[in-house]
Antibody, heavy 122, light 107 residues
Framework: QVQLQESGPGLVRPSQTLSLTCSVS??????????WTWIRQSAGKGLEWIGR???????NYNPSLKSRVTISLDTSKNQFSLKLTSVSAADTAVYFC??????????????WGQGALVTVSP | DIQMTQSPSSLSASVGDSITITCRAS??????LNWYQQKPGTAPKLLMS???NLHSGVPSRFSGSGSGTDFTLTISSLQREDFATYYC?????????FGGGTKVDIK
């Protein structure tokens, strides 16, 4: 079955770069059927879409984060990654990776990782 | 961005009750509306897509309706495993956005 798993440091210092990796099993990041997505959840802003990447390498980012976000793909490891620069306490959140699929042309997030808590603190 | 507003933000109910959660979009989104269920410490789980299509494995006591800007999620005959937080999400216009959630707890 499809599984996604986030990994990375749970504590990041302010102004540093947050880096997370999502390892995918049971589905291929090389498939042209899906977008690979990052979503975060914080007490202050709820669920917030960060961005996505396609097998071609094309990316789309939330305009509110675009200047600080990079999402990349590693097809050899069946993984994709998130980098968020110049973090502050406002970036403290649980970060989820998810697969964006379609149902009858309607976009859905059908599989999610368990989530990784990242705290930004000195 | 399209704002998604859910109401109520929380409700208390008993096993066997029927409940309805409302989601309103700040602009028309046709039927590009998904519902998710989240339990503490876990990821959101897809319940419904296209406003009214039950995802695979989701019990038929869940139903959804609506189009345009106003949508509802109804759970008939609440079961103990349904006590959770529910989120709506629009997929009509980038960036996708979520409602603030409705927490359903036991009365």
């Amino acid at each position: 079955q499809v599984q996604l798993q986030e990994s990375g440091p749970g504590l990041v210092r302010p102004s540093q770069t947050l880096s997370l990796t999502c390892s995918v099993s049971g589905s291929s990041v090389k498939s042209g059927s899906y977008y690979w997505t990052w979503i975060r959840q914080s007490a202050g802003k709820g669920l917030e879409w960060i961005g996505r990447i396609y097998v071609s390498g094309d990316t789309n980012y939330n305009p509110s984060l675009k200047s600080r976000v990079t999402i990349s793909l590693d097809t050899s490891k069946n993984q994709f990654s998130l980098k968020l620069t110049s973090v502050s306490a406002a970036d403290t959140a649980v970060y989820f990776c998810a697969r964006r699929n379609f149902w009858n042309s309607f976009p859905i997030f059908d599989y999610w990782g368990q989530g990784a808590l990242v705290t930004v603190s000195p | 961005d399209i704002q998604m507003t859910q109401s109520p933000s929380s409700l208390s109910a008993s096993v066997g009750d029927s409940i309805t959660i409302t989601c309103r979009a700040s602009q028309p989104i046709l039927s590009y509306l998904n519902w998710y269920q989240q339990k503490p410490g876990t990821a959101p789980k897809l319940l419904m897509s296209a406003a009214s299509n039950l995802h695979s494995g989701v019990p038929s006591r869940f139903s959804g309706s609506g189009s345009g800007t106003d949508f509802t999620l109804t759970i008939s005959s609440l079961q103990r495993e349904d006590f959770a937080t529910y989120y709506c999400q629009q997929s009509h216009t980038a960036p996708p956005t979520f409602g603030g959630g409705t927490k359903v707890d036991i009365k």
